[in-house]
């Protein structure tokens, strides 16, 4: 665990038809990498996503899969995936086809070549969203109540691409939709979130597992406790050990 590398995690329900092309999409993108690995976490799917990924991995040795046995949501599989992973650093995207792979290995490359000067975590801002109007209208009204009440200063908290350490995001609470949280989260662990230009692809196969109640209530729903967590943070500070060796 926590070798030097990344550890692409891609939550997946019910995305059969978009599977092969994000695991060669990733496999292109992160090609020039030895160390590297995409983890497809099969959230509880009951279409034919576990024989798909099983002819996958026939023909790629860097993809894992991690299955639910029943849907437990994005969040969930997020941590599942993070729990897996081998690497020190984590991607994160979506195996919907809408997310470039390519802009997860650029992120991932301007991660490494800051260094110390690396922020808590670097992820996209999605550009001309192809999304329909409902649920673009949705992620911004969400988007402006979070920012208004978290101060989390993320112009796009929905997008999926995200790179950031394995160990700062293990050290994360944990509920359902945390995903939608990250960039707070990370404030309160006094990490700094950096946002960047992605691409945006309209969705080719499947149906959205989201819609207004799951989208836009469920995440300003969790925004109080979220606030409250982000007050309750402990005051950074030095500590030492006394010892009265005889």
């Known amino acids: ?28 993108a992160f090609l020039g990498l030895d160390a590297w690995e995409l983890i497809v976490v099969d959230d509880g799917s009951r279409d034919n996503s576990a024989g798909v990924l099983a002819g996958l991995q026939g023909e790629h040795a860097t993809l894992r899969v991690v299955r639910h046995l029943n849907r437990r949501g994005q969040s969930a599989a997020m941590c599942t995936g993070a729990d897996a992973a081998r ?20 992120l991932y490359s301007e991660m490494l070549r800051k ?15 192809k999304d329909g109007w409902l649920t673009q209208v949705s992620s911004r009204v969400a988007n402006t109540v979070r920012a208004a009440l978290l101060r989390d200063r993320t112009p796009d908290t929905g997008c999926s691409l995200k790179v950031l350490a394995r160990d700062d995001f ?3 609470p944990r509920f359902d939709h945390m995903h939608r949280f990250l960039p707070a989260l990370l404030l309160r662990q006094g990490l700094q979130t950096v946002s960047r230009p992605v691409a945006h ?10 819609g207004l ?21 402990f005051r950074p500070g030095t500590s030492e050990e006394i010892r009265h060796d005889e």
């Open 213 to 233: 109640g799951n989208r836009l209530w469920a995440g300003i729903a969790d925004l109080p406790g979220v606030w409250w967590l982000g007050r309750r943070r």
């Open 170 to 172: 293990l050290a994360l």
């Open 115 to 129: 260094g110390d000067a690396a922020p808590g975590m670097i992820m996209g801002h999605r550009q001309e969203r």
């Open 201 to 210: 692809y309209p969705r080719r196969a499947g149906r959205s597992k989201y």
């Open 1 to 28: 665990m926590n070798e030097p590398g990344i550890s692409i995690v891609a939550p997946a329900h019910e995305e059969a038809d978009n599977l092969p092309g994000l695991v060669r999409g990733v496999a292109d």
């Open 87 to 106: 690497f020190a650093w984590l991607g994160f995207l979506d195996a919907d086809g809408q997310n470039d792979p390519a802009d997860l290995a650029r």
